[in-house]
T-cell receptor
């Protein structure tokens, strides 16, 4: 499968623990996005990378969230001191380096904080 | 920022009938409007998109219309089939935006 891949697919964690998710974008895509999706809602933008540079972060990305894309390839999203409200599907997407082009999504990581 | 509203939230149609999903957007600068289909437990996938220099686009049984003046766009699915059952999301983006702004989704059920 040469699409966007995310790992793990599911994560259950206790409140207060740290979690880290990984995203591998389509290899030739320079742009990488993280979105969060809760039940009954559309994806909500979290952050955007162009190559290794994190160019935009939404207000949803609190101080407990950090994302990296160290070599401009895969990306990680870490949540520290998880809260029950962090329970959601975390989606990664990638696209070519031009505006208004198709974003290809991964299957997501479903996080449950208990 | 952009605000996208989507209606209806659920839609049931008989197989073979047409389905229409409508979205409105708030930022008149928005110029890119994709539609994504998300089947249960699967990733969102682009099914069609339209840019603001055109008013309508068709791809087999799927069409999207755009009314820039009214700031709304719609997805039309004709001759619906059970495999069309999914959640459909509209989205919008404006020049300079680094992300898509999604609607809240429409759960379409096609009854055989």
């Amino acid at each position: 499968d040469t699409g966007v891949s995310q790992d793990p697919r599911h994560k259950i964690t206790k409140r207060g623990q740290n979690v880290t998710f990984r995203c591998d974008p389509i290899s030739e895509h320079n742009r990488l996005y993280w979105y969060r999706q809760t039940l009954g809602q559309g994806p909500e933008f979290l952050t955007y990378f162009q190559n290794e540079a994190q160019l935009e972060k939404s207000r949803l990305l609190s101080d407990r969230f950090s994302a990296e894309r160290p070599k401009g390839s895969f990306s990680t999203l870490e949540i520290q001191r998880t809260e029950q409200g962090d329970s959601a599907m975390y989606l990664c997407a990638s696209s070519q380096d031009r505006a208004n082009t198709e974003a290809f999504f991964g299957q997501g990581t479903r996080l449950t904080v208990v | 920022g952009e605000n996208v509203e989507q209606h209806p939230s659920t839609l049931s149609v008989q197989e073979g009938d047409s389905a229409v999903i409508k979205c409105t957007y708030s930022d008149s600068a928005s110029n890119y409007f994709p539609w994504y289909k998300q089947e249960l437990g699967k990733r969102p996938q682009l099914i069609i998109d339209i840019r603001s220099n055109v008013g309508e686009k068709k791809d087999q049984r799927i069409a999207v219309t755009l009314n820039k003046t009214a700031k709304h766009f719609s997805l039309h699915i004709t001759e619906t089939q059970p495999e069309d059952s999914a959640v459909y999301f509209c989205a919008a983006s404006y020049p300079g935006a680094n992300n898509l702004f999604f609607g809240t989704g429409t759960r379409l059920t096609v009854i055989p």
